[in-house]
């Protein structure tokens, strides 16, 4: 079975109640946001959403320190010149690299994702437990922090899942060979007498059936993206925020940094949305890319 943990991250920001008909901002580095833009959508129905995926610098979690967090509060500044009311950082290794850096610079609250450590030390039978996460994630801070914090006593088997987000990325969520990678991933974990699974990416739950065809019901799988949906459902009513009970938002605005030809192909095939995506132009010195300017007029 599939279970949501409640760890998340958010920041408080002054109320402002003339944004209750804003759009929220849902940002990832590609196209694993989708997982909670899915479950933000069941959660909020009366919200309107701004998704932005920087698919042209994915995935994140082969990148250093520095370059997350240039690109992170890049996208953060351009999602709030859209007019949104909050933003949702969708990615594990962006909040871990970057969400105190967005939280002192953007004027709106931000929430973050962390991986779900704590239901998983809580439900695990066995002790035992695997985390999928990019390397990134995996030996960052707060990682070890949470690890520390809530899970002293269960063990831990950490798999950086090299090669998972660039299938995803290219929409490749149940191929022969993502198989074969996933097995190579998991069966050590379950030979160790793992009974559940974190899934440490907003990418990874859309690899939840290829992870069935694998495990059966051998591994727990710990999904985070209700529990984000549910936290950012409390920021918006702690601050006023929430949209009027009964409005019809328009559809979703998906935008990408690349040309947006995966983002449609996977939200129409995972979310039965049909949507044009918005194209951004990336700007900066020569060299670098340090922000991203209004999107073009092509679409995806």
């Known amino acids: 079975m599939t279970t949501t943990p409640t760890s998340f991250e958010s920041s408080p920001a002054d109320t402002v ?12 580095s590609g196209l694993g946001g989708l997982s909670v833009l899915r479950a933000v959508r069941t959660v909020l129905p009366g919200e309107s959403l701004l998704y932005v995926a920087d698919s042209r610098h994915a995935p994140y979690g082969e990148r250093d320190h520095a370059y997350i967090v240039e690109r992170t509060l890049a996208m953060g500044d351009w999602i709030v010149s859209q007019g949104t009311k909050a933003l949702v950082v969708a990615c594990n290794t962006a909040t871990a690299e970057s969400i105190a850096a967005l939280r002192e610079r953007l004027p709106i609250p931000v929430v973050g994702v962390e991986p779900g450590i704590k239901p998983a030390a809580a439900q695990s039978k066995t002790r035992v437990a695997g985390v999928l996460a990019t390397h990134v994630t995996l ?17 831990f088997i950490c798999q950086p ?4 987000v660039e299938a995803i990325e290219r929409c490749d969520i149940d191929s022969p060979a993502l198989s074969r990678l996933l097995e190579g991933y998991i069966e050590p974990m379950l030979e160790a007498g793992a009974d559940t699974l974190v899934l440490g990416c907003t990418h990874y739950p859309f690899l939840d059936t290829a992870i069935r065809r694998i495990v059966g019901d051998r591994l727990t799988l710990i999904d985070t993206s209700v529990a984000i949906a549910r936290q950012l459902e409390r920021i918006l009513d702690t601050h006023g925020l929430r949209a009027v009970q009964g409005t019809a938002p328009a559809a979703p605005r998906l935008c990408s940094t690349s040309d947006g030809a995966h983002l449609r192909q996977l939200a129409q095939a995972l979310l039965s949305l049909d949507l044009p995506v918005e194209q951004l132009q990336p700007v900066g010195a020569p060299g670098s890319e340090r922000g991203v300017a209004g999107h073009a007029p092509k679409a995806a």
Do not use: N, T, W
């Open 17 to 28: 109640p003339d944004l209750a008909a804003a759009p929220v901002g849902i940002f990832d």
């Open 161 to 164: 899942g090299h090669g998972l």
């Open 139 to 155: 030996k960052s801070e707060r990682f070890r922090q949470l690890v520390e914090r809530h899970a002293a006593d269960c063990r």
